[in-house]
C-alpha cells in the first residue's frame, strides 16, 4: 500500500529555519502532488504548500517569501523549506499525496488526497 515517510519536526527559535520532508512509496504513478498540512490547537487543518506533478507550486498567503516547497532528489520527495519561522507556525505538520493532480494553482481539494503521512510536530518558541 502507499506510504508516505515524513521527516521528523522538532522544536526552533523564532526566525529560525526547519526543512521537512516527504517521500512516497509503493505506488503506481510516474510523478505525483505532493502537499503540506498543518493543524494548531484550537484550529482547523489549513493546506500550507503544495507542488504538483509537473513542478508547479503554491503556498499560502500567510507563508509566502518564508516557506517554499521543492522536488527532492527524485520524483517522490518533496522538502518544504521554512524560513524565518514565527511562533504562529507552531503546528502538526502533515504531508499527503495525490497522483491525479499535475498542476497546481491552490491547496488541492482534501478528497483528492490518497495517502497521508502520521505528521510531525514544529514549536516555534518566543
Known amino acids: 500500500q502507499v506510504q508516505l515517510t515524513e521527516s521528523e519536526g522538532g522544536s526552533v527559535q523564532t526566525g529560525g529555519s526547519m526543512r521537512l520532508s516527504c517521500t512516497v512509496s509503493?505506488?503506481?504513478?510516474?510523478?505525483?502532488?505532493i502537499t503540506w498540512f498543518r493543524q494548531a490547537p484550537g484550529k482547523e487543518r489549513e493546506g500550507v504548500a503544495a507542488?504538483?506533478?509537473?513542478?508547479?507550486?503554491f503556498t499560502i498567503a500567510s507563508v509566502k517569501g518564508r516557506f517554499s516547497v521543492s522536488r527532492g532528489t527524485d520524483r517522490y520527495t518533496a522538502h518544504l523549506d521554512m524560513n524565518n519561522l514565527q511562533p504562529e507556525d507552531t503546528a502538526m505538520y502533515f504531508c499527503?499525496?495525490?497522483?491525479?493532480?499535475?498542476?497546481?494553482?491552490?491547496?488541492?481539494?482534501?478528497?483528492?488526497?490518497?495517502?497521508w503521512g502520521q505528521g510531525t510536530q514544529v514549536t516555534v518558541s518566543s
Open positions: 509503493n505506488h503506481p504513478y510516474s510523478t505525483v502532488c
Open positions: 507542488i504538483g506533478g509537473d513542478d508547479s507550486t
Open positions: 499527503a499525496f495525490s497522483g491525479r493532480v499535475l498542476n497546481i494553482m491552490n491547496i488541492p481539494p482534501v478528497n483528492l488526497f490518497e495517502a
